[in-house]
């Protein structure tokens, strides 16, 4: 089975603190993508990062950095010193490469953040 | 340049009704897929198209079909709406077939709500 788990429903946090977004995979393909979207209130998704299964490395942008495990099929999201324009609701998602699935995104339920000033 | 366009925004229909909702995908790109998010959940796909043909179609109900046009475009129609067709309809466009190669680019989405 392919799917994405994002297990923290709601996370609140105050201006100025560190908060980590957790996401597990699931997939039998070698090869898979994995990406971050997040969700402000307008309702688009907006693209934050893509990473391939052959590249762990960790990537950071900004505030932004992101942990990718394969060794736990873990892809998180951390943000760093967060601000009220962070409030939104972040999904994690798969595109895996072979079945039925196969180029598309599978989303994970999101994970929705609300930072406090 | 236009992003991903969809319309109308907000749509309120009775059940048992049809909905087009239509979606314009950014110059160039020559892929449109097509996502449901019923409130509280993650997006789900619903049906892939490329280059004027179906690409893929996820686990929905025949009541729901899609074309592209010539022009890239794409058309959502949904048949005989149920109360939980209610969801925010969302329009992805990519450069090509392959999304994991190039991406994909959201539209504001689509809301439905079926009364």
């Known amino acids: 089975a392919q799917k994405v788990t994002q297990a923290q429903t709601e996370i609140s946090v105050v201006e100025k603190e560190d908060v980590t977004l957790d996401c597990v995979y699931e997939?039998?393909?070698?090869?898979?993508?994995l990406f971050w979207y997040k969700q402000p209130p307008s309702g688009e998704l907006v693209f934050l990062i893509r990473?391939?299964?052959?590249?762990?490395q960790n990537e950071i942008s900004g505030r932004y950095s992101w942990n990718f495990q394969k060794s736990t099929s873990s892809f998180n999201f951390t943000i760093t010193a967060s601000q009220v324009v962070d409030s939104a609701v972040y999904f994690c998602?798969?595109?895996?490469?072979?079945?039925?699935?196969?180029?598309?995104?599978?989303f994970g339920k999101g994970t929705k953040l609300s930072v406090k000033p | 340049d236009a992003g991903v366009t969809q319309s109308p925004t907000h749509l309120i229909k009775t059940r048992g009704q049809h909905v087009t909702l239509r979606c314009s995908p950014i110059?160039?790109?020559?892929?449109v897929s097509w996502y449901q998010q019923v409130l509280g959940q993650g997006p789900q796909f619903i049906f892939q198209?490329?280059?004027?043909?179906?690409?893929g179609r996820g686990n929905f109900p025949d009541r729901f079909s899609a074309r592209q046009f010539p022009n890239y475009s794409s058309e959502l129609n949904v048949n005989a709406l149920l109360l939980g067709d209610s969801a925010l309809y969302l329009c992805?466009?990519?450069?090509?077939?392959?999304?994991?190669?190039?991406?994909?680019?959201f539209g504001s989405g689509t809301r439905l709500t079926v009364v």
């Open positions: 110059s160039g790109h020559k892929s």
């Open positions: 998602a798969l595109i895996p490469t072979r079945g039925g699935s196969q180029g598309n995104l599978i």
């Open positions: 997939t039998r393909d070698t090869t898979y993508y």
């Open positions: 992805a466009s990519s450069l090509g077939g392959r999304g994991e190669n190039y991406g994909y680019t």
């Open positions: 198209y490329y280059e004027k043909e179906e690409r």
């Open positions: 990473r391939n299964s052959f590249d762990e």
